[in-house]
């Protein structure tokens, strides 16, 4: 153990997990892991203990143990270290390898910035992977819900979430309006007034490493296409250089593996050679309507940080909405599991919301441990708990004759069914 842990426990009954090859992202991962916790602000409190006792049993079912180690940001480390995101849980995280939270909050336009966002950028997790499917049961506002089966590499450190702005009013953000209208030449570009000015920044590093592992993901999982999603038909330099470097990445490295949508065209008619991924890419505001109209069509997307939040929240509102919808993000021989809904801070402790976007969260987690079968697990007992209709108020309110379940209530249920299913 490397670090000195202030205020946090290392459990004594579990065993780190350890990187038997960074550049192949290889782990070594021990029957009874230790695994940092972070149950996170508002419904935190709930949905984390719920996904903590989903996990611990499919761990238990497959043979294995979980040891949880409980560790805090936000509000729950604000009143344990007067801070929001302590070094003993960056350490954690470092230290243990795999991770789970659950959300954090977010003031809107003023006070902290994203923890999620410091989160992800201290512990360089540079890719958010959302997985989008449907599970039997769930209500749907579109007519064929299963259609929906994608998978978004969202690219985590850079765009307008590197949080590089200027305030409006303030002597810097003076500086920058001066300089990008009189030394770079953009004269009357900016109105005048109360300005605010952000810089949106893409790097052919971030871009590549990003499209590469959403390509690596393909092939791993037998996917037929990585449709890269951008804007650079107006932002030319920054989300076209996405696309174009992500090009590169596929055809300088890949060779056989990939064919462009082109190549798909021109020189197969339309008919995909087996054992190959397609590489094609779509206009964001395009691929949005697509989402919907063309569903079927799409498998994994490569996206940056903005286009990626829209891109999965609008995926996920077509197999029932952010209360379901899993997320992680990854790093070099690194894992931090999280849900992509919000804190929603009103229904904090009340025992009622959905756990299923955190509870699949750590399916997400125990695949990228090697654990599949856990992972497996996880996803059919909580389909079949929602398939018996036996739900939380958001799902319940839909379905005729459901029954109306707890937080609690509804990991019992799950838990049950793993057990079953074992």
């Known amino acids: 153990m490397s670090h000195e842990y202030e205020k946090v426990d290392v459990p004594s009954d579990g065993e780190a997990i350890e990187v038997v090859d960074e550049d192949a992202d290889e782990l070594d991962v021990p029957e009874n892991p230790i695994i940092p916790i972070i149950h996170g602000d508002g419904i935190g409190k709930d949905v984390g203990p719920a996904a903590q006792k989903v996990l611990t049993a499919a761990a ?3 043979g294995r143990d979980i040891s949880w180690m409980r560790v805090y940001a936000g509000e729950s480390a604000r009143e344990k270290y007067d801070e929001n995101l302590p070094e003993d849980t960056v350490e954690a995280i470092k230290e243990f390898k795999v991770a789970i939270k659950g ?13 999620n966002v410091a989160l992800r950028k ?6 958010n992977v959302r997985p989008t499917y449907h599970l039997d049961g769930v209500p749907s506002p579109v007519k064929d819900p299963g259609e929906m089966d994608m998978v978004t590499f969202r690219e985590n450190t850079e ?9 409006a009013g303030t002597d810097e953000v003076q500086e920058v309006k001066q ?10 570009t900016i109105h005048e007034g109360p300005v605010g000015i952000g810089v949106k920044p893409i790097t052919e590093y971030g871009t590549k490493r990003l499209v590469r592992e959403a390509i690596d993901y393909a092939i791993e999982e037998d996917r037929d296409s990585v ?25 300088e490295e890949y060779g056989e593996d990939i064919i462009t949508e082109d190549e798909l065209w021109e020189e197969y008619d339309g008919e995909q050679p087996a054992g190959t991924i397609v590489v094609n890419d779509r206009i964001a505001d395009n691929m949005l309507q697509q989402l919907l109209t063309r569903t079927s069509e799409y498998d994994v997307i490569a996206t940056m940080n903005l286009n990626g939040d829209y891109m999965s929240d609008a995926a996920g509102a077509q197999i029932g909405g952010l209360g379901i919808a899993p997320g992680a993000n990854f790093g070099t021989t690194r894992c931090l599991a999280e849900p992509v809904h919000g804190s929603a801070p009103k229904y904090a402790g009340e025992d009622k919301v959905n756990p299923t976007a955190m509870i699949l969260s750590g399916r997400l987690m125990l695949e990228y441990m090697g654990w599949k079968d856990a992972g497996t697990l996880v996803r059919d007992a ?34 049950n069914n793993i057990e079953k299913l074992s």
């Open 60 to 62: 238990e079912a497959t």
């Open 103 to 115: 959300p954090l909050t977010t003031p809107v336009g003023a006070g902290f910035r994203s923890l």
């Open 122 to 127: 201290t512990l360089d997790l540079y890719a």
């Open 159 to 167: 765009d307008v979430y590197a949080g590089i702005e200027w305030e």
């Open 179 to 188: 300089f990008v209208e009189g030394e770079m030449g953009f004269d009357n």
């Open 227 to 251: 449709t890269l999603v951008h804007k650079g038909n107006i932002m030319k330099f920054t989300e076209g250089a996405f696309r174009d470097w992500g090009y590169e990445v596929a055809e």
């Open 382 to 415: 909580v389909e079949e708990t929602i398939s018996s209709g036996k739900v939380t108020y958001d799902l319940e309110r839909q379905i005729e004759g459901g029954e109306k379940l707890a937080t609690s209530e509804f990991a019992d249920e799950v838990v």
